[in-house]
């Protein structure tokens, strides 16, 4: 190989490098900024090609207290825990209780709901295991 | 030899180009409009040329600005790379990060700050104490969805829990909590309503057992320590030996 040859590939590979390094740098995506307690829910919605949906705690306590759903409408203190479809909601259970075009905008709003990022996983946003900065053993102690 | 080197450049720009493709969209426009425009063919590979290089260099800094800007504002040394920035708490959703700004109905969703206006301050959380809204009466939610006039079974009973080391003990007060909540919601599940049939640990609040099934995740997080230890103990000076 003549050595020409070699330096302009060597420029190539650095240039190409650094490229790589600067669209790493631009396209990182920062880390979310949402309300403390907002629940993303995506059991089944990133299979299905739906946005998972989004459950802002901050706004429902505003309008209601932890009872109303957490006692009334069974709703169990999991993220994602109570495997919600449309079919239990559409029934009057679940959300569908109170999002029936009666208490709170109906069933056929599906972007409210469903305005996740798509990809996003099931979680607490900001909850304490989020905050851990070094994240716990995953052989816990799980006692209730 | 010039040839192959010119390739390769002319595939670098171009390639610089597209990664950088909203911001110079306008310019390659204007480079290919500047290419066309010559009618011979000699002064058409000239303009070429001058286009290459000046989009060449343009691309370096525009590379080289957006490497700098990259590093300013990204998570790489701001002050405390592992809290949140405080100007940017309470987007609205188009911008939290979790919600999706293609959504058509982002915009239709409330923003937290407006929502949270007048509302008591808190340090933690939400940045709103609920518990103190709620007693100002700034907030009224319902404790019966259906029934607006619905009043909650409020128990006034502090318990208070005797705790290790110099650690204040802890006063857990009933009140607040069936303002909010049902019984059923804590018991037995959660708390076996008995004294002492109760084992808590700050490992499992923080795994999100116990307490930590609502603190940590919608009430107050568990970096408010003394609102929970409140109780201060008398602690016996340790005698300092005498030489």
């Given at each position: 190989?003549?050595?020409?040859?070699?330096?302009?590939?060597?420029?190539?590979?650095?240039?190409?490098?650094?490229?790589?390094?600067?669209?790493?740098?631009?396209?990182?995506?920062?880390?979310a900024?949402a309300e403390y307690g907002d629940i993303v829910i995506?059991?089944?919605?990133?299979?299905?090609?739906?946005?998972?949906?989004v459950f802002p705690h901050w706004f429902h306590r505003?309008?209601?207290?932890c009872?109303?759903c957490h006692?009334?409408?069974?709703f169990k203190f999991k993220a994602g825990g109570d495997?919600?479809?449309?079919?239990?909601?559409?029934?009057?259970?679940?959300?569908?209780?109170?999002?029936?075009?009666?208490?709170?905008?109906?069933?056929?709003?599906?972007?409210?709901?469903?305005?996740?990022?798509?990809?996003?996983p099931t979680q607490v946003h900001e909850s304490t295991l989020q905050q851990l900065?070094?994240?716990p053993?995953?052989?816990?102690?799980?006692?209730k | 030899?010039?040839?192959?080197?010119?390739?390769?450049?002319?595939?670098?720009?171009?390639?610089?180009?597209?990664?950088?493709?909203?911001?110079?969209?306008?310019?390659?426009?204007?480079?290919?409009?500047?290419?066309?425009?010559?009618?011979?063919?000699?002064?058409?590979?000239?303009?070429?040329?001058?286009?290459?290089?000046?989009?060449?260099?343009?691309?370096?800094?525009?590379?080289?600005?957006?490497?700098?800007?990259?590093?300013?504002?990204?998570?790489?040394?701001?002050?405390?790379?592992?809290?949140?920035?405080?100007?940017?708490?309470?987007?609205?959703?188009?911008?939290?990060?979790i919600?999706?700004?293609?959504?058509?109905?982002?915009?239709?969703?409330?923003?937290?700050?407006?929502?949270?206006?007048?509302?008591?301050?808190d340090?933690a959380g939400n940045q709103v104490?609920w518990?103190?809204?709620?007693?100002?009466?700034?907030?009224?939610?319902?404790?019966?969805?259906?029934?607006?006039?619905?009043?909650?079974?409020?128990?006034?009973?502090?318990?208070?829990?005797?705790?290790?080391?110099?650690?204040?003990?802890?006063?857990?007060?009933?009140?607040?909590h069936?303002?909010w909540l049902?019984?059923?919601n804590c018991?037995?599940?959660i708390?076996?309503?008995?004294?002492?049939?109760?084992?808590?640990?700050m490992?499992a609040i923080l795994l999100g057992k116990k307490c930590g099934v609502c603190h940590g995740k919608v009430a107050f997080p568990v970096s408010e320590?003394?609102r929970c230890?409140?109780?201060?103990?008398?602690?016996?000076?340790?005698?300092?030996?005498?030489?």
């Amino acid at each position: 190989m003549s050595p020409l040859i070699r330096f302009a590939l060597l420029r190539w590979r650095l240039l190409t490098g650094s490229l790589i390094l600067a669209a790493v740098l631009i396209g990182t995506p920062p880390p979310a900024m949402a309300e403390y307690g907002d629940i993303v829910i995506n059991n089944y919605s990133d299979a299905a090609g739906m946005r998972p949906a989004v459950f802002p705690h901050w706004f429902h306590r505003i309008r209601f207290r932890c009872k109303v759903c957490h006692a009334d409408l069974g709703f169990k203190f999991k993220a994602g825990g109570d495997h919600i479809n449309m079919l239990k909601i559409i029934d009057g259970e679940y959300c569908g209780a109170c999002h029936n075009g009666n208490i709170a905008w109906s069933v056929e709003n599906c972007d409210l709901c469903h305005s996740g990022k798509p990809g996003t996983p099931t979680q607490v946003h900001e909850s304490t295991l989020q905050q851990l900065v070094t994240p716990p053993p995953k052989t816990a102690p799980a006692k209730k | 030899m010039k040839n192959l080197s010119n390739t390769l450049r002319y595939i670098l720009v171009s390639s610089l180009l597209a990664a950088c493709a909203v911001t110079q969209a306008p310019t390659t426009a204007k480079a290919a409009s500047q290419a066309t425009a010559p009618a011979t063919a000699k002064a058409k590979v000239k303009a070429k040329a001058k286009v290459k290089v000046k989009a060449k260099a343009k691309a370096k800094a525009k590379a080289a600005t957006h490497v700098r800007s990259a590093i300013a504002g990204s998570a790489a040394n701001p002050f405390n790379r592992l809290l949140k920035p405080q100007g940017k708490r309470h987007l609205p959703p188009a911008e939290d990060g979790i919600h999706d700004p293609t959504d058509p109905a982002i915009h239709t969703l409330q923003s937290p700050r407006q929502a949270f206006k007048g509302l008591p301050p808190d340090n933690a959380g939400n940045q709103v104490d609920w518990v103190k809204a709620l007693d100002e009466g700034k907030i009224k939610p319902r404790y019966d969805r259906n029934n607006p006039k619905a009043k909650p079974i409020v128990m006034d009973l502090n318990i208070v829990r005797e705790v290790k080391g110099s650690m204040p003990n802890v006063v857990y007060p009933h009140k607040p909590h069936t303002q909010w909540l049902d019984c059923s919601n804590c018991h037995p599940a959660i708390f076996i309503p008995k004294k002492g049939a109760n084992q808590i640990s700050m490992a499992a609040i923080l795994l999100g057992k116990k307490c930590g099934v609502c603190h940590g995740k919608v009430a107050f997080p568990v970096s408010e320590c003394r609102r929970c230890h409140s109780q201060n103990k008398k602690i016996k000076a340790k005698k300092v030996a005498q030489p």
